[in-house]
């Protein structure tokens, strides 16, 4: 009988021990970071003269971004992208074709690119409702047509701001009903509410947005599987589509054609 007891024991202890290197260890497992190569950044900076943009938050952390104005004497839309864990979403600037006749704001999290300080689910939020609050009210933006475009990670950060501000449309590209569903699929046997730090609990604001969504999901994603998308979906308190890239993973979901098309296609309705 003691050593059953013992076995049992030292089961528990190895248990709780998995449990605090999870909780501890989860920060980095979620917010991986990404950074440019030198040589990168110089590239993009000559490419795209004068859009570099750096900003200090209300508690003094340093960002970095890009800000790409449209072509436009009057007020026009502002497109806001949010990257995934890790993405330095300097990489979006070369995308900028797919958006004709709209302002670009790319911030990199805290931590991320050239900015400073840690990321989590708090400051990321927070920076994101700081972002739209400096750049809504500026003249060369109109605040009716604010879209946000979030990729994974960044999804949650999206849905987040379009609960407490006022946007135009959404663009979720592989989003995620929380990051606690998609923890419990992968570790069924841990108590996942209680070890969590970072929720991402985009399911419970759904119902209560009522800008207009399109999500875009790959038909082969490992890493956030479709049926967390459309769960999120079917949430939605607003109009909310869904397209499914058929053959198409996680990471090169944004390589394919059929990606881009009903983005240009969503957005291009905002542009009255």
Known sequence: MDFI????RIGVLAFAGLCLLLYFKQDGMIFI???LASGELEELRRRFPGSELRLTTPDGTRLHGW????????P???LIHFGGNAEDVSYMLLDREHFPGISLLL?????YGLSEGRPGQKSLTGDALFLYDQFSTRP???????ILMGRSLGTGVAAHLAS????????LISPYDSLRSLARGIYPWLPISVLLKHPFDSIKLAPDIQAPMLAVVAGRDGIIPPEHSRALVEAWGGEADLVEVKGADHNDLALRREFWEPIEKFTGVARR
Do not use: M, W
């Not at 007891?5 to 049992?8: C, D, E, G, R």
């Not at 407490?164 to 663009?171: A, F, K, T, Y």
């Open 107 to 111: 911030v990199n999290y805290r931590g």
């Open 140 to 146: 060369e933006v109109d605040p009716k047509r604010i």
């Open 33 to 35: 970071g990404a950074k």
């Open 5 to 8: 007891f013992s076995v049992l």
């Open 164 to 171: 407490r501000r006022q946007v135009d449309r959404l663009v």
């Open 76 to 78: 026009a839309p502002l």
């Open 67 to 74: 800000y790409l104005r449209a072509d436009s004497n009057e």
